[in-house]
């Protein structure tokens, strides 16, 4: 017999997933006259909004007959989803596997295990397409492991579908929709594509406005529709090396590009002046939504989701030791890329896409410069071509000097802003060759590893 249940329970709790609050900020955002107002996605039982997602995979895993009693779900996952699967799954009896990349804090791992799940640790640096990387990891387990049922946030429509179905109309629910734009970390897409599909459809003028660290792929293909090769960057779940099928670009107004040491600065002190005890992609989301206000000809009200907790960067964000040996604290002395501009004007040299690679190569050779950055009929910038990209195209000899070098274009290069610190520009050049400084879509200069070189051997130096 089904026993009723006591007044003021729930059944279980998965039934406790949502509901959490919406918060005024009031102290991080000093002389801002847009209000920033944020979703608090960590009250959530697990622990942050992917239980949401973790709770819509599995009832839609279910219902299509893709998970079976006792059968084991394999993800991979930085944490949250991780954690939201393994909360839902745990009441309901299914085992977990899960795979993660070696940069997530231990935390991350001691949390899943706390649920009985088995994570599997794999490095970070290399390509998704090798078989060591987390990806192929995750795919070869679903192989091996009988009544595996594979979540793949990436590409399941259950992931942008749970925001669809519970993030987005809550939100509606309390407030009225009442705002003007809406503000996420970019990740899997889940959250901006289920949100964003749910408001515009409530009402088409709402501003879907997406969240990237620099080192990620989004920024600079939303920009320029160019995949140029990601590198690495410390705040955790947001940014990716491979597009998911499961964000929708097309619903985006705008992206804003953030940096390592803001997000972890803003994430310090929206736990120490408002009190509110997040995550690293929280703070990115915030700093993305002043950015992102700053920019705003009239004051708005702008809702930010801040999608995790302080509870799981204890050692690293909130760590002073870690933050200086990183860079991250106010006592890196090693100044902004707008340092090294200001000691050593750059003049960019750039040529349209329509330009001939004979005129390409002279432009080069007048110069004496390796690479040129290439703009398009709208003068924005749209990659590069180089040296190397020159001479493979006539060594092969396939087309004739009179070829535009719009067919040349590569995507081997980074961008960042003039904010951008110093200390990072160092660890990008250790992926990238060349970086592009940009603000506003305009491209203020190209650099390569010597300019940092001669800035930071020269006496004026910050
Ligand atoms: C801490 C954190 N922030 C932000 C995100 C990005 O959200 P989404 O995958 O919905 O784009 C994730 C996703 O895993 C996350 O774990």
């Not at 804090?105 to 990387?133: F, H, M, W």
């Not at 409530?202 to 501003?207: A, E, F, L, T, V």
């Not at 190209?446 to 070189?453: G, H, M, R, W």
Request: charged share 25%; proline share 5%; with cysteine.
């Amino acid at each position: 017999m089904i026993k009723p249940l006591m007044r003021g329970a729930v059944p279980d709790i998965t039934a406790a997933i949502g509901k959490t609050p919406i918060v005024r900020l009031n102290h991080v955002v000093e002389d801002l006259d847009s209000e920033i107002y944020v979703k608090v996605e960590y009250m959530n039982p697990a622990g942050s909004m992917k239980d949401r997602v973790g709770l819509n995979i599995i009832r839609d895993a279910e219902e299509r007959g893709m998970l079976q009693p006792g059968g084991t779900i394999i993800e991979a996952t930085s944490g949250n989803t991780g954690a939201g699967l393994a909360m839902v799954a745990a009441p309901r009896g299914y085992k977990c596997i899960f795979v993660m990349p070696d940069k997530m804090s231990q935390e991350k791992i001691d949390n899943l295990r706390a649920y009985g799940a088995k994570v599997v640790i794999c490095p970070t640096a290399v390509e998704p397409s090798d078989p060591r990387s987390y990806y192929s990891v995750a795919r070869r387990l679903v192989e091996e492991t009988p009544g595996a049922f594979y979540a793949n946030q990436y590409h399941n429509p259950a992931n942008p579908e749970a925001h669809y179905l519970s993030t987005a109309p809550e939100i509606w629910e309390q407030t009225g929709g009442e705002f003007d734009a809406f503000v996420a970390g970019m990740g899997t897409g889940g959250t901006l594509s289920g949100c964003g599909r749910f408001f515009k459809e409530q009402r088409d003028d709402i501003k879907i406005v997406g969240v990237d660290p620099i080192g990620s792929l989004y920024y600079e293909y939303v920009k320029t529709g160019r995949l140029t090769k990601a590198f690495s960057y410390y705040v955790e779940g947001i940014g990716e090396d491979v597009l998911p099928s499961t964000m929708n670009l097309s619903i985006l107004d705008d992206v804003v590009q953030v940096d390592d040491r803001e997000c972890f600065q803003m994430t310090r002190d929206l736990v120490r002046r408002e009190g509110i005890f997040c995550g690293g992609s929280c703070g990115a989301a915030v700093i993305g939504a002043i950015k992102y206000a700053r920019g705003l000809k009239k004051p708005q009200r702008i809702l930010v989701l801040l999608p995790d907790s302080a509870q799981k960067y204890l050692s690293k964000i909130f760590n002073d030791d870690w933050m200086r040996s990183n860079g991250f604290l106010d006592d890196d002395t090693t100044g902004t890329v707008a340092h090294l501009l200001k000691r050593q004007p750059t003049r960019v040299i750039s040529i349209d896409d329509a330009t001939s690679v004979r005129q390409a190569v002279s432009i080069l050779k007048e110069h004496g410069i390796s690479q040129l950055p290439v703009l398009d009929s709208a003068q924005r910038h749209c990659g590069i071509v180089s040296e190397i990209d020159l001479l493979n195209y006539l060594v092969q000899n396939e087309g004739g000097l009179d070829m535009p070098v719009r067919e040349l274009v590569s995507s081997d290069y980074a961008t960042v802003s003039p904010h951008t610190r110093l200390q990072l520009l160092k660890n990008i050049f250790n992926d990238a060759k060349v970086v592009l400084v940009t603000e506003n879509d305009r491209l203020l200069a190209v650099l390569t590893k010597i300019d940092l070189i001669d800035y930071l051997a020269s006496d004026s130096a910050v």
